[in-house]
């Protein structure tokens, strides 16, 4: 019997299809299995660790279609010597991957709610499977309303694909920048500041939400005081993750591991964590 | 002609304010439209008042010599443009602009600052609204100062 074959640990070659620059520090790697057809089927919001060989291992969320496992998608920021090695990969290079991992938007859930998608910064690509997800089961969900905020206009992500997005009828989206510089002429604010108008019914409404972490707090914030339950608040948390299966400890959360339990939670499981300081 | 005491009662700034106060302050207003592009009001000018955005964006910029004009916040429908007339020496402390084409209630700022004189009610009710307004800038500009996407090290 060959246990190996399933094993969390085991990452399976992947070879670079494309590397392609989305701002001046993201890139997004295009990924197909080195051997077989066997993609990695996921669910929007999880994760896999992606294993740049001689360099090192780090966990990055997919982005890709989950109803296309065959082209797995990764976006990602160049911050440390791994996720730098990554982004100097070239087209068929191998890198190795396990996963995936972790918890998923609760899009079952969502179905016949409106669904209010809120993104800051490299939160963005954890939260693209969910709306390619929603936007290809259109007719099993009501308003569906993306708010994204980015730094800079140089640097939000996936610009194309967003200004299809807010072409479409059946997809409000709003787009905001911290720093309006150059010719910039849409919202100019932090991505909070889009909430009070968002056309939501609170009565019927699921949010995801996906950031660094104070910004998933102050919209948090927001989203109460348009009365939305914190049980219908779904967010994203980042941590120190290793093994991706919950052995290692190095994610651990109070009484939690985000590789394993998170990393989407619901806002009222982990709210009291994020009170806590020492954590 | 539209009805400017309508106009006002329905914007989010003045939403449940006695009207006989909306009566007096339709006294303070006028409607006014702005192309994209157009400066409301300059930086370091008297200000004159304020605008309730019906319609449109206004953007709040600063002039940093050497990189030119930054926006630092746009005003969409139902939000309010310029607080600076308040205090003295109600001067500008931005430059307003049209980043489309845009419809406002301009308030007369010393009308407005009379009518609160003459009943301190309106004034104390007045202030209050604007104490909203500004917590929120406030507060959004905080969170604009943390620079919270920028790479942590």
Known sequence: MNTRVNDPMLPRSFRVQRVRRETYDTFSLELKPARGNGGIKFSPGQFNMLYVFGTGEVPISISGDPLNPQKLIHTTRMVGPVTQAMGRLKKDDIIGVRGPFGSHWPIELAEGKDVVIVAGGIGLPPLR??????????????????????????????????????????????????????????????????????????????????????????????????????????????????????????????????????????????????????? | ?????????????????????????????????????????????????????????????????????????????????????????????????????????AMDGECVREKCLEDQQLGYEFYKRFTNVIIAQLQATKLQLMDIYAVQS
């Open chain 1, 129 to 279: 499977p969910a709306i390619y997800y929603l936007l290809k089961n259109r007719d099993k969900y009501n308003k569906v309303i993306l708010l994204y905020g980015a730094r800079t206009k140089d640097e939000i992500l996936y610009p194309r694909e967003l200004e299809q997005w807010r072409s479409r009828f059946d997809l409000d989206v709003h787009v905001t920048v911290d720093r309006g510089t150059g010719d910039w002429r849409g919202n100019v604010g932090v991505v909070t500041t889009l909430i009070p108008k968002a056309p939501f019914d609170h009565t019927n409404t699921i949010a995801f939400v996906c950031g660094p972490e104070v910004m998933f707090r102050f919209t948090v914030i927001e989203l109460l005081k348009r009365a939305l339950p914190h049980d219908c608040i779904y967010v994203s948390m980042e941590r120190n993750m290793k093994c991706g299966v919950g052995l290692c400890g190095h994610c651990q959360f109070g009484t939690t591991f985000i590789c394993k339990d998170g990393p989407v939670f619901r806002f009222d499981h982990i709210k009291d964590l994020l009170e806590k300081q020492e954590i």
């Open chain 2, 1 to 105: 002609m539209e009805n400017i005491e309508k106009l006002i009662a329905e914007h989010a700034f003045f939403k449940g304010l006695d009207p006989k106060y909306l009566k007096l302050l339709a006294k303070c207003a006028t409607i006014e439209q702005f192309d994209a592009e157009d400066v409301i009001y300059r930086e370091g000018k008297p200000a004159k008042g304020f605008y309730l955005v019906l319609q449109g964006r206004i953007g709040k910029e600063v002039n940093v010599p050497h990189r030119g004009p930054i926006t630092v916040q746009t005003i969409e429908e139902g939000g309010v443009a310029g607080w600076c007339w308040l205090v003295p020496p109600h001067n500008n402390c931005f430059t307003a602009r049209a980043y489309e084409k845009t419809k406002t209630v």
